[in-house]
């Protein structure tokens, strides 16, 4: 190893062991909350997850009761937290290691990247966090931090820039402290070389970085832009329960692949036209939803426009424009199956998309009810 690359090792970890973060999966040597945590943090900042992780591990203390526990209370659990098919893998993978290796995760590299949702970053993090293996774990923070450092213009969505960066960063890790080496890199990405606006003063490997020697630190690293999601216009229905079903709305089950598999939501469909909310026609879009609905078995009369809302995935921008409407007729399913009548006390149990608990939550509010 270079003088560079040992001044990187011995002032990181130097740094690290002095400015940590109080983090509470940081807090016990717990292979399953090093796991749980990751997966948490992928494309999820670190102060959001922190309350949704204590919830969880008081919910689910171990991966057997992860392993045991409904689908439903899991996506409950996650409510709120996104890319909800890391929770259903994250399950699915406790329930193998419940099965194959007692519900202990194994410290075996080959055996951890096997498990269902676990690529080669959550791999190189756990084998490094909680068994102290020499293993690289390369996310984005951790590719910034070594194109600055070592000012390298390889385009990092490439997996070849990839491979090359997590053999560079094998060769970092100082022996036996990989468990410190890796969480120091991922926190100096965090904290200190941000993308936008890297802190290099304070930075504890300033004095060898290339990058900002170069006065480049801002240019790097190299990134291909990806595509931007595209946009979907949405007709939305928040309808509203007469009689028994008084102060209640209507919602439905997602199906149970794809997109927000098993999700409720509020009833929708796309817009049959494209352009954008600005363009909508309102009285052709109520004869859309009215219409669009009635092969599911609910035929409802749209009686104005509501709200707007928007959420945007990684590859789809939804455009939603929600409309109050009334129930003409509603399926037999709707005692039991793929709709349901909700007040506020139901959205406790059942797990909801972001974009739909926010519109439910501000119905109810606006009605004077606890959403």
């Given amino acids: 190893m270079n003088e560079q690359k040992r001044y990187f090792s011995r002032e990181l970890l130097s740094w690290y062991r002095a400015n940590r973060r109080d983090l509470p999966w940081r807090r016990h040597s717990n292979p399953y909350y090093t796991w749980v945590s990751e997966i948490m943090l992928q494309q999820t900042r670190v102060e959001t997850v922190k309350p949704y992780f204590e919830r969880f591990i008081a919910l689910f203390p171990t991966v057997e009761a992860l392993a045991e526990a409904a689908e439903e209370e899991v996506l409950k659990a996650w409510e709120g937290l996104g890319y909800y098919s890391r929770a259903r893998n994250l399950q699915a993978a406790a329930r193998e290691v419940k099965e194959q290796y007692g519900g202990s995760i194994p410290d075996d590299k080959a055996k951890v990247s096997a498990l269902k949702?676990?690529?080669p970053y959550t791999t190189g993090a756990i084998m490094s966090i909680a068994f102290n293996r020499p293993e690289p774990a390369v996310d984005g923070n951790?590719?910034?931090?070594?194109?600055?450092?070592?000012r390298l213009h390889d385009d990092i969505a490439k997996a070849g820039?990839?491979?090359?960066?997590?053999?560079?960063?094998?060769?970092?890790?100082p022996e036996g402290c990989a468990s410190e080496f890796n969480q120091a890199l991922m926190e100096l990405g965090a904290l200190v070389c941000t993308p936008k606006s890297p802190a290099c003063l304070p930075c504890p490997v300033m004095e060898h970085c290339a990058g900002?020697?170069?006065g480049e630190e801002l240019m790097l690293p190299v990134k291909t832009k990806a595509k931007p999601p595209k946009p979907e216009l949405r007709y939305a229905a928040i309808v509203e329960g007469a009689g028994e079903h008084a102060g209640k709305v209507l919602v439905r089950q997602r199906p149970d692949t794809g997109l927000l598999a098993r999700m409720w939501e509020l009833p929708h469909l796309l817009a049959p036209k494209t352009g954008g909310l600005l363009d909508l026609r309102e009285e052709e879009?109520?004869?859309a939803l009215r219409h669009g609905l009635q092969p599911e078995g609910v035929r409802l009369r749209p009686l104005g426009h509501w709200t707007d809302a928007e959420h945007t995935f990684s590859h789809i921008h939804w455009q939603m424009r929600v409309y109050r409407c009334v129930i003409?007729?509603?399926p037999d399913a709707i005692t039991g199956g793929k709709y349901a009548w909700i007040g506020p006390e139901e959205m406790e149990r059942l797990a909801f998309p972001n974009l739909f608990l926010r519109l439910l939550h501000a119905y109810f509010a606006e009605r004077g009810q606890n959403g």
Avoid: D, K, N
């Fill in 212 to 214: 900002r020697i170069a």
């Fill in 142 to 150: 951790v590719m910034r931090v070594l194109s600055r450092y070592f």
């Fill in 161 to 173: 820039t990839r491979a090359h960066m997590e053999h560079l960063a094998q060769e970092l890790i």
């Fill in 285 to 287: 879009a109520m004869g």
């Fill in 328 to 330: 003409e007729e509603a």
């Fill in 117 to 119: 949702g676990i690529g």
